[in-house]
């Protein structure tokens, strides 16, 4: 497929790259001057964040400004590749449109699919062979990346474990496993063993993201919800407190869980 060079699209990427090789060109920023890919990654990791939250909680705006927040770290990470030698935008845009053609074969080749999951199945033998051919870390699991946060880094786990067939018959057994790992963590507690309560809970948290995985919930999503109904409810809570005349620092317990149960039942 021919991209028209003409497009609104190819004038602003271009405008993008011209704003770039300036501020790192000779005459400017001295701190864009400064940075590497490494020095960006932090950068890079946060504004993430920021366009996940944009696109949770945000408006149309929002997502639009960081979506370019995302997109300016990128670009800026692969034209100081491209000034170090080492490859162009377009090396990177070319790599990733080949690689993607070769993983939807059922789209651009003659491999016909009858289901979802066997897109799925696909995909993960093709990405091991792409692997395989690159001498990299051999297995199911090489090609998972080692600093995924925690909650995301166990649903690829799951993921990749059903697509290789090796995880609970039904959903039934996996509710069992989160009831035996429930179990262990109350016998962890009891004997007060703190590794061993370290250890049990982090069973708990894995068989409870397996068990969300098979009802079509992410769990870093769902916790994130959760995060943000707390922290709703709680500032709601403490404008509640404010809004009687109560000192919300001063009052015990309960009386914080009657402003509590106030907020969500006018939800």
């Known amino acids: 497929m021919n991209i028209d060079k003409t497009t609104p699209e190819a004038a602003a990427l271009n405008r993008s790259l011209a704003m770039l090789d300036r501020l790192i060109g000779p005459d400017g920023c001295p701190w ?25 909680n945000g408006s149309k705006a929002d997502r639009r400004e960081e979506l370019g927040d995302v997109l300016f ?18 090396d990177v845009l070319d790599e990733n449109t080949h690689k993607m053609t070769s993983r939807h074969p059922h789209v651009f080749g003659e491999v016909k699919i009858d289901s979802q999951e066997e897109i799925f199945t696909n995909w993960e033998k093709i990405k091991q062979a792409e692997k395989a051919a690159k001498e990299a870390k051999p297995g199911v699991f090489g090609s998972l990346p080692v600093c995924l946060p925690p909650l995301l880094k166990a649903y690829r786990i799951h993921s990749k474990s059903a697509r290789n067939q090796f995880t609970w018959d039904n959903d039934e057994e996996a509710e069992m496993q989160v009831e035996a790992e429930w179990l262990e ?18 069973d708990l948290i ?13 769990a870093a999503a769902a916790l994130e919800k959760t995060n943000t109904r707390f922290l709703r409810r709680f500032a709601a809570m403490e404008a509640l407190a404010i809004a009687k005349g109560l000192d919300f620092g001063a009052l015990d317990q309960e009386a914080k869980d009657a402003l509590w149960t106030e907020i969500k039942a006018g939800e």
């Open 185 to 202: 963590w109350m016998d962890a507690c009891l004997e007060g063993d703190q590794a061993a309560q370290e250890h049990e809970l982090g």
């Open 32 to 56: 864009d001057r400064e940075q590497t890919v490494n020095t960006l990654c932090d950068y890079a990791l946060e504004e993430m964040y920021e366009l996940i939250e944009a696109v949770r």
């Open 73 to 90: 770290i990128l670009l800026f990470m692969s034209r100081l590749e491209q000034k170090d030698g080492n490859f162009s935008l377009a």
């Open 206 to 218: 894995f068989s409870l993201v397996e068990l969300g995985r098979r009802k079509g919930i992410k």
